[in-house]
């Protein structure tokens, strides 16, 4: 049986995050999901400015969490909640692109306070938890994230021959 899309990221992340020593089942559920979302490639940008045009860097949506602030806290919410994940997906996903481009500290220092703005607007004490550990761990749970891209995740032909999710499943 072939896993969904959803386990195979929880495995990889429950098996890297408990090596790492960030086990937190609430964590591992939250982050495996932000991967699964983000998956598909309009997850990545669903907000958009006045004229409908998609916005795709951490300066607009930082425009729009401003806007926002203005307008209501669950606008609010959703604009640093996207912040927060966004600039997690990426810290992880395109470490070494953000490093080569001298980004990896701004986004990581915005990924952080959008974690711990996201975690003070949060109604849910369950949820506003999780929002603050990986406000606390962001830089370790990006860490985690790119050491299973780079040894989890074979992505070259050579990994997987015939079966590429055979070889994705390995631990």
């Not at 309009?42 to 907000?47: E, K, Q, R, S, V």
């Not at 607009?60 to 969490?65: E, P, R």
């Not at 369950?126 to 992505?155: K, M």
Request: with cysteine.
């Amino acid at each position: 049986m072939t896993p969904t899309l959803y386990q195979f990221f929880h495995r990889h992340i429950q098996y890297g995050f408990r090596r790492a020593g960030l086990g937190e089942p609430e964590t591992v559920a939250y982050v495996s999901d932000l991967l699964t979302r983000f998956a598909h490639t309009d997850a990545l940008y669903p907000l958009s400015d006045h004229e409908q045009r998609p916005l795709t860097t951490v300066v607009q949506f930082l425009a729009a969490q401003r806007a926002a602030q203005e307008e209501d806290r669950a606008a609010e919410m959703i604009v640093v909640r996207h912040l927060a994940e966004y600039t997690l997906f990426m810290s992880g996903f395109f470490r070494e692109r953000l490093r080569s481009r001298g980004q990896l500290s701004y986004y990581a220092d915005h990924g952080r306070s959008a974690f711990a703005q996201t975690a003070d607007l949060e109604r849910n004490s369950g949820q506003a938890r999780v929002y603050w550990r990986l406000q606390q761990d962001f830089a370790r749970v990006a860490e985690t994230v790119d050491d299973i891209c780079r040894h989890q995740l074979p992505l070259g032909a050579e990994a997987y021959g015939e079966r590429p999710l055979a070889a994705l499943w390995r631990l």
